[in-house]
């Protein structure tokens, strides 16, 4: 499977613990998103990547998260102390540099985190 | 400020038929694209079709195609001969910029399509 993968797919904590959720974007693929959707509402910005520099990132992110993507491949959000509110899904997309691939911005499966 | 408005929270259609879903759209910037994407109740936000501020022609994929009128700022779904898989949540998003600068989607919230056989 060639698309972008994301794990766990779903995760059940327990307020106050930390999680991190894992994305392997489209392997040519220079730029990565992550966005959060809660029920019935449309996928909201949290952060981006070109290669592995962070170039923006949302208000809605607190100091509680931090996204990663080391070597420009793969990418980490972590969560910490998490809180109901947090509860949603993560969703991570990625792009290539212009053309068709530039223009289109394929979404992996998404990882439901659910805080107990 | 950019924004996203989709009027319809929820259409119903039969198999077979077309259906058009709406979206309008506002921003300053005269450089910008327009996606559509489905979410079947799994999650997974499905490409279906993009279409940019200088493209000529309507946007088409297969069953999809994107009515791209420009002065009205509005960017609607046809999907013809409807099949039961196309019953999901449908999005419409916005990317402001060329596609070189690729940045954040404003995305709307979303139409609810149901197909009935």
């Known amino acids: 499977d060639t698309g972008v993968s994301q794990d766990p797919r779903h995760k059940i904590t327990k307020r106050g613990q930390n999680v991190t959720f894992r994305c392997d974007p489209i392997?040519?693929?220079?730029?990565l998103y992550w966005y959060r959707q809660t029920l019935g509402q449309g996928p909201e910005f949290l952060t981006y990547?070109?290669?592995?520099?962070?170039?923006?990132k949302s208000r809605l992110l607190s100091d509680r998260f931090s996204a990663e993507r080391p070597k420009g491949s793969f990418s980490t959000l972590e969560i910490q102390r998490t809180e109901q509110g947090d509860s949603a899904m993560y969703l991570c997309?990625?792009?290539?540099?212009?053309?068709?691939?530039?223009?289109?911005?394929?979404f992996g499966e998404g990882s439901w985190l659910t805080v107990v | 400020a950019q924004k996203i408005t989709q009027t319809q929270p929820g259409m119903f259609v039969q198999e077979k038929e077309a259906v058009t879903l709406d979206c309008t759209y506002d921003?300053?910037?005269?450089?910008?694209?327009l996606f559509w994407y489905k979410q079947p109740s799994s999650g997974e936000m499905i490409f279906l079709i993009y279409?940019?501020?200088?493209d000529q022609q309507n946007a088409t994929e297969g069953r999809y195609s994107l009515n791209f009128q420009k002065a009205r700022k509005s960017a609607n779904l046809v999907i013809s001969a409807s099949q039961l898989g196309d019953s999901a949540m449908y999005f419409c998003?916005?990317?402001?910029?060329?596609?070189?600068?690729?940045?954040?989607?404003?995305w709307g919230l979303g139409t609810s399509l149901a197909v009935n056989p």
């Open positions: 997309a990625s792009s290539g540099r212009s053309g068709i691939s530039g223009n289109t911005i394929y």
């Open positions: 392997s040519e693929h220079n730029r």
């Open positions: 990547f070109q290669n592995e520099a962070q170039l923006e």
């Open positions: 921003t300053s910037d005269p450089s910008y694209g």
């Open positions: 279409q940019g501020s200088y």
């Open positions: 998003a916005m990317r402001e910029g060329v596609a070189g600068n690729n940045r954040k989607l404003i």
